[in-house]
């Protein structure tokens, strides 16, 4: 196996078992961290935290250094992926060079949004409802940017040539 491709199932397995582990840590919590992912407001967000007892709000801000590592290989699996296969090439020129920066630019908006949500899970900070809004709409470009490499993988592995 060559180095490229060693790095790839490191980062693309390492992110899989990394998922797999929060999930667990993060069960039981409801609402889910989805539902915090999409509070867009002040009131929604602590709508969402109050339910929480303070043992899940640890554990959900405990959870954040560890998402911080999964963006890290979820984005560098995407790049490398893109760059050190032939797995879009399928695809028209345009397409495989949206492919290269999409989950890099995913796990970045990831990052983003973590630092958001330690600094609102820190304290109550209901007079900067601006940072509310964008905690939202950096997970919402998080996850555009991961539907859209997926759009992108299956269009490349579908008309791959047989």
């Known amino acids: 196996m060559t180095q490229g491709k060693a790095a790839i199932w490191i980062t693309g397995l390492g992110a899989l078992a990394l998922l ?10 409801e609402p889910g961290v989805l539902a ?13 935290v109050h339910q929480w007892s303070p043992e ?6 405990a959870h954040l250094p560890l998402d911080g590592l999964l963006l890290l290989l979820y984005g560098s699996f995407g790049a490398l992926l893109a760059t050190r296969t032939r797995l879009f090439a399928a695809l028209p020129h345009a397409l495989r060079r949206l492919a290269r920066p999409w ?8 990052a983003m949004e973590n630092l958001l949500h330690a600094w609102l899970t820190e304290a109550p900070r209901f007079g900067v409802p601006g940072a509310y809004l964008a905690a939202t709409a950096c997970s919402l ?4 940017l991961i539907a859209g490499y997926a759009a992108l993988l299956a269009a490349a592995l579908w008309r791959e040539p047989r």
Request: aromatic share 10%.
């Open 36 to 48: 915090l992912q999409m509070a867009a407001t002040p009131r929604s967000f602590g709508a969402i």
């Open 141 to 144: 470009l998080q996850w555009a």
């Open 103 to 110: 989950l890099p630019l995913a796990a970045l908006f990831d």
């Open 56 to 61: 899940q709000l640890a554990r959900y801000r």
């Open 20 to 29: 797999a582990a929060l999930q667990i840590m993060l069960a039981g919590l």
